[in-house]
């Protein structure tokens, strides 16, 4: 078997509204590139990519003269042929290299008949959980629809997201506002929740005197972990020393190297595994068996997804026995989604795994038109910027935070 054609189509899908972050915004849509791996047997595989905002269209083009003919079995020699450790120094590819190891299991699915987990060593669970995954956010309109700005809204947003979905656990996006007005958020969400467990999100805009200063000040309430407060490994060491919580990160160990560092002298206690980051879902679990080994934690990780990467986020949470923790998802903020269905079910805060071959989703090809239409009419957007603060940029550590008594609402042509 064959690889004949690679194509690759940017989507734009609507959020419910704009998803504020440390380092910018999500202007109320994902701009996601769709991958299809086509092979001489009729067979095509799905792969999934983000960018930040931005298609990936001209990337994957370029990779078709390494490609095409390759066999889409020999995952290994792809790896090495498009993402060498040496090489990447100069041309990153990590995340492409993810998105097509998605489509070649797909391929090798379909072509066996089994579901990509039995490719992986088979499913030790049907269900995969989630945790709510909250964000502060712009409102859609004049009347502030769908925003999200104050510790009420907040509460209201977590206790609709619990009934609604059947979440147990919950995780919200900081690093927006002061670390002490998110302080009284967080207490909020957790004091509404009794019996619930939460987890903290930064984004690694902290310094290390700041994530000590809030991670004491949250001790004792169900945490989860306290998920990258400070960038880099040294700064979550001194962190870990003074809280007394687990670690979590999927910005500071992200490869081998950095995994085989913190074995070493442990600064994080929780991988999240995102089956981009790490290039693939087969590097997702060789890692996650690295991480059993030194009963470190695991969870999946959410960079934003529509259905194909969301299939092999299940897959992956499938297949790891130290699952330890409800994984993440953007899922739930979506409108709609381009896998035939539509948006996957939530069934007590948990998405079944896919049962079919492969990676058990299809392509609905009208939603495909529709939302590369769409990003053909909005184009892409700056990810890492926010819209109401136009040449903003955090530095690391942050000092620079939006006003919460802001309730301007940004004009995002739509």
């Known amino acids: 078997m064959k690889i004949t054609d690679i194509r690759a189509t940017p989507v734009t899908v609507p959020l419910e509204a704009p998803l504020r972050h440390a380092n910018g915004c999500h202007w109320g849509r994902f701009v996601r590139t769709i991958v299809e791996v086509e092979t001489d047997e009729g067979i095509v595989g799905l792969g999934e990519m983000g960018g930040g905002g931005e298609s990936a269209v001209a990337a994957f083009n370029g990779l078709k003269p390494y490609l095409i003919g390759h066999d889409p079995t020999r995952l290994e020699r792809m790896r090495f042929l498009i993402a060498n450790p040496t090489a990447s120094l100069y041309n990153n590819r990590t995340q492409m290299l993810a998105a097509l190891e998605f489509a070649c299991l797909d391929i090798l699915g379909q072509k066996w008949g089994v579901p990509v987990c039995d490719l992986l060593g088979g499913r030790v669970r049907d269900h995969v959980p989630f945790a709510s995954y909250l964000f502060f956010r712009y409102g859609n309109d004049d009347e502030h629809a769908g925003e999200i700005r104050t510790s009420d809204q907040l509460v209201a947003e977590a206790k609709a997201l619990k009934a609604k979905y059947g979440f147990t656990s919950h995780k919200l996006k900081g690093g927006v506002f002061s670390p002490e007005y998110e302080l009284e958020c967080y207490r909020a969400v957790a004091e509404a929740l009794p019996g619930d467990s939460f987890r903290f999100d930064p984004n690694g805009v902290w310094s290390t005197e700041q994530a000590i200063w809030f991670g004491q000040r949250i001790e004792d309430l169900k945490n989860d972990y306290l998920e990258d407060p400070v960038f880099g490994l040294h700064g979550m060491r001194r962190t870990r020393e003074k809280v007394r919580m687990p670690l979590a990160t999927n910005t500071v160990v992200v490869n081998f190297e950095q995994l085989a560092a913190n074995v070493l002298d442990t600064a994080v206690d929780v991988i999240l595994l995102d089956t981009t980051f790490w290039g693939g879902i087969?590097?997702?679990?060789?890692?996650?068996?690295?991480?059993?080994?030194?009963?470190?934690?695991?969870?999946?990780?959410?960079?934003?997804?529509?259905?194909?990467?969301?299939?092999?986020?299940?897959?992956?949470?499938?297949?790891?026995?130290?699952?330890?923790?409800?994984?993440?998802?953007?899922?739930?903020?979506?409108?709609?989604?381009?896998?035939?269905?539509?948006?996957?079910?939530?069934?007590?805060?948990?998405?079944?795994?896919?049962?079919?071959?492969?990676?058990?989703?299809?392509?609905?090809?009208?939603?495909?038109?529709?939302?590369?239409?769409?990003?053909?009419?909005?184009?892409?957007?700056?990810?890492?910027?926010?819209?109401?603060?136009?040449?903003?940029?955090?530095?690391?550590?942050?000092?620079?935070?939006?006003?919460?008594?802001?309730?301007?609402?940004?004009?995002?042509?739509?």
Not at 282 to 311: D, M, N, P, W, Y
């Open 282 to 414: 087969r590097q997702c679990v060789k890692a996650a068996g690295v991480c059993e080994t030194f009963q470190l934690g695991v969870a999946v990780h959410s960079s934003g997804e529509l259905g194909i990467q969301l299939a092999t986020m299940l897959h992956l949470g499938a297949v790891i026995p130290n699952l330890a923790y409800a994984a993440d998802a953007h899922y739930h903020h979506l409108t709609d989604d381009v896998i035939q269905g539509g948006l996957m079910k939530y069934e007590n805060g948990a998405i079944r795994v896919p049962d079919g071959p492969g990676l058990g989703v299809k392509l609905d090809r009208d939603k495909v038109a529709e939302y590369a239409e769409l990003y053909k009419r909005l184009g892409g957007y700056a990810y890492d910027q926010d819209p109401l603060r136009p040449g903003w940029t955090p530095t690391v550590p942050n000092n620079r935070w939006a006003d919460p008594n802001d309730a301007t609402r940004p004009q995002i042509p739509f």
